[in-house]
């Protein structure tokens, strides 16, 4: 398995502007997250799904923010429209049945 | 918010020599887990203990944990250059609840 997928690597977009990340997770996992990591807050959760449903989206920032899963082989999380203070690195990872997390390499949002 | 709060929150030693990484949190946990960062890449799972388990260890690593606390430490023994990362605890209160990360402790190891 080539682990759980992220893209793009490096997104660099103007304010204002939409910004669509992507995330495979790794086959069978049952759960998916989306963390956000900055240096001032570290990683906050996001959003997670289990079997394709949203459990708890609390840490969505606010309404710009929203997550999809249409399959258990992908799901994407959006920003429209972006700000300056959305600039981070923004993790997907999955679970299966033995608790651990496995991590995607990161998508590193800069909005100018 | 964050649950676990590790300290140090850097730490530099030589190599050869054994690195110890605390963490504290809030709530009763289910478990307890630590993962390491590298720089620029995603975290790697290290290592599991359960609420009910007082150490575990897994090659150099060791880890303990002490409820009545609500602390845990890793020790990487006979740390090399390559130990450098960043190293979190996370936990979780139940098997089905999200895993609460710590801002972390860096780890630097100079050869």
């Known amino acids: 398995d080539a682990g759980v997928i992220q893209s793009p690597r490096h997104e660099v977009t103007e304010m204002g502007q939409e910004v669509t990340l992507r995330c495979k997770p790794i086959?069978?996992?049952?759960?998916l997250f989306w963390y956000r990591q900055t240096m001032m807050r570290g990683l906050e959760l996001l959003i997670y799904f289990n079997n394709n449903v949203p459990i708890d989206d609390s840490g969505m920032p606010e309404d710009r923010f929203s997550a999809k899963m249409p399959n258990a082989s992908f799901s994407t999380l959006k920003i429209q429209p972006s700000e300056p203070r959305d600039s981070a690195v923004y993790f997907c990872?999955?679970?299966?049945?033995?608790?651990?997390?496995?991590f995607g390499s990161g998508t590193q949002l800069s909005v100018l | 918010s964050q649950q676990g709060e590790e300290d140090p929150q850097a730490l530099s030693i030589q190599e050869g020599e054994n690195a110890t990484m605390n963490c504290s949190y809030k709530?009763?946990?289910?478990?307890l887990q630590w993962y390491r960062q590298n720089s620029g890449r995603g975290l790697v799972h290290l290592i599991l203990i359960r609420s009910n388990e007082r150490e575990k260890h897994s090659g150099r690593l060791r880890v303990t944990l002490d409820t009545s606390k609500k602390s845990s430490s890793l020790l990487i023994t006979a740390s090399r250059a390559a130990d450098t990362a960043s190293y979190f605890c996370a936990t979780d209160t139940s098997g089905n609840t999200p895993l609460v990360f710590g801002k972390g402790t860096r780890l630097s190891v100079i050869a």
């Open positions: 990872a999955s679970r299966g049945i033995n608790e651990k997390l496995f």
């Open positions: 709530t009763s946990i289910n478990n």
């Open positions: 086959s069978g996992h049952d759960y």
